[in-house]
């Protein structure tokens, strides 16, 4: 019951925020959701299933680019393609844009599934290598696939049907989902792979399908998270899509705690506001009229690599470590300090 007049005030906010609030603080709000449905994601096979991977930034770029050529019209297409023309098949197609969200995540889960099977073979430190070898792999060829991506050139004008009932719909599915998953049977066995793989297997656990099942509904939900990005920015080109989205997301759920769903929420949050405000740092500032200190490019990304690095050295297990918000312990915040109150 708490739950859900919780989600109506969330949801009630939103309708306000929606109604009152400029097309900036409106665009932070659609990226804070974004980030909540790609950290959640994420942490399922780094934290909840335990495996280091580093390819999300592939499954965005398929899901944004899949989406994307699926809502834009012939004619729009015809506008991006200008060196060489779209292949035909693509050329003609136009969907809404519902069912274009899930070919984006049904195109990353595809491949997910594809790339699965070799992945799970290796593990530690050789799956990082492979998974980060597959995203670099996924923008060269976006990259080089000239008549399906348009290269380097990206896509524009890509209609923005993104808003808020859209990207926060999906985080909260998402959750829903994930959260289901993870108090299930089906997520005690990947926690119980997280812990110890071997012990997993001789308990008649099957660790390679749990893992490639982990893998794909993260990948699906990884994919729908850039279909809502592509029509929220408008433009896309393969240079969005590099480590360095695969690095933010990592920074979320360390900061937020490997293994915590709740941790990923509240760093997601923490994360793309700070992004915002730390972009004073990269821009000339002036200083009561005296002086002006010049920005520096890039110096966000510098103070999130020392945040991280911090974290690890000083608070490694993150904001949540493992553990998940509960109404009970919520309310048991309160009752501690009106007893301290009572004593004082």
Same mark, same amino acid.
């Given at each position: 019951?708490?739950? #859900?007049?919780?989600?109506? #005030?969330?949801?009630?906010?939103?309708? /306000?925020? @929606?109604?009152?609030?400029?097309?900036?603080?409106?665009?932070?709000?659609? *990226?804070?959701?974004?980030?909540?449905?790609? %950290?959640?994601?994420?942490?399922?096979? +780094?934290?909840?299933?335990?495996?280091?991977?580093?390819?999300? !930034? =592939?499954?965005? =770029?398929?899901?944004?680019?899949?989406?994307?050529?699926?809502?834009?019209?012939?004619?729009?297409?015809?506008? !991006?393609?200008?060196?060489?023309?779209?292949?035909?098949?693509?050329?003609?197609?136009?969907?809404?844009?519902?069912?274009?969200?899930?070919?984006?995540?049904?195109? $990353?889960?595809?491949?997910?599934?594809?790339?699965?099977?070799?992945?799970?073979?290796?593990?530690?430190?050789?799956? $990082?290598?492979?998974?980060?070898?597959?995203? &670099?792999?996924?923008?060269?060829?976006?990259?080089?696939?000239?008549?399906?991506?348009?290269?380097?050139?990206?896509?524009?004008?890509?209609?923005?049907?993104?808003?808020?009932?859209?990207?926060?719909?999906?985080?909260?599915?998402?959750?829903?989902?994930?959260?289901?998953?993870? +108090?299930?049977?089906?997520?005690?066995? #990947?926690?119980?792979?997280? &812990? !110890?793989?071997? =012990?997993?297997?001789?308990?008649?656990?099957?660790?390679?399908?749990?893992?490639?099942?982990?893998?794909?509904?993260?990948?699906?939900?990884?994919? *729908?998270?850039?279909? *809502?990005? %592509?029509?929220?920015?408008?433009?896309?080109?393969?240079?969005?899509?590099?480590?360095?989205?695969?690095? +933010? /997301?990592?920074?979320?759920?360390?900061?937020?705690?490997?293994? @915590?769903?709740?941790?990923?929420?509240?760093?997601?949050? $923490?994360?793309?506001?700070?992004? &915002?405000? /730390?972009?004073?740092?990269?821009?000339?500032?002036?200083?009561?009229?005296?002086?002006?200190?010049?920005?520096?490019?890039?110096?966000? *990304?510098?103070?999130?690599?020392?945040?991280?690095?911090?974290?690890?050295?000083?608070?490694?297990?993150?904001?949540?470590?493992?553990? &998940?918000?509960?109404?009970?312990?919520?309310?048991?915040?309160? @009752?501690?300090?009106?007893?301290? =109150?009572?004593?004082?």
């Amino acid at each position: 019951m708490l739950t #859900l007049i919780a989600v109506g #005030l969330v949801c009630g906010a939103l309708f /306000l925020a @929606s109604r009152f609030a400029d097309e900036y603080q409106i665009r932070i709000l659609n *990226m804070v959701a974004i980030y909540i449905t790609l %950290a959640v994601s994420y942490n399922l096979i +780094n934290g909840i299933t335990g495996q280091f991977s580093l390819e999300p !930034n =592939a499954f965005v =770029a398929l899901g944004a680019y899949s989406a994307s050529l699926m809502t834009m019209t012939p004619l729009e297409k015809e506008m !991006n393609f200008i060196i060489d023309p779209c292949v035909p098949w693509l050329a003609h197609a136009c969907v809404p844009f519902l069912p274009a969200i899930l070919i984006g995540g049904l195109t $990353a889960a595809i491949f997910a599934v594809f790339m699965g099977f070799p992945v799970f073979r290796v593990r530690g430190d050789y799956l $990082a290598i492979v998974t980060l070898g597959f995203g &670099e792999v996924i923008r060269v060829v976006a990259n080089n696939a000239q008549t399906v991506t348009n290269g380097p050139l990206g896509l524009k004008g890509i209609a923005m049907y993104t808003d808020l009932r859209w990207t926060w719909g999906l985080a909260f599915v998402t959750l829903f989902v994930i959260v289901r998953l993870v +108090n299930s049977s089906y997520g005690r066995a #990947l926690k119980a792979i997280r &812990e !110890n793989e071997l =012990a997993a297997e001789s308990m008649g656990i099957n660790s390679f399908r749990h893992k490639l099942l982990a893998f794909t509904l993260a990948a699906f939900f990884e994919g *729908m998270a850039g279909a *809502m990005l %592509a029509h929220l920015i408008t433009t896309i080109s393969p240079m969005l899509f590099t480590f360095f989205l695969t690095f +933010n /997301l990592l920074i979320i759920i360390v900061l937020g705690g490997l293994g @915590s769903l709740t941790g990923s929420v509240i760093a997601a949050i $923490a994360f793309t506001w700070g992004s &915002e405000l /730390l972009r004073a740092v990269e821009e000339p500032t002036n200083v009561f009229g005296w002086f002006t200190i010049p920005g520096i490019p890039g110096m966000r *990304m510098v103070i999130f690599a020392v945040l991280l690095i911090c974290a690890m050295l000083f608070w490694r297990e993150g904001i949540m470590g493992r553990k &998940e918000f509960s109404w009970q312990w919520f309310l048991g915040l309160f @009752s501690h300090k009106h007893k301290g =109150a009572e004593i004082a």
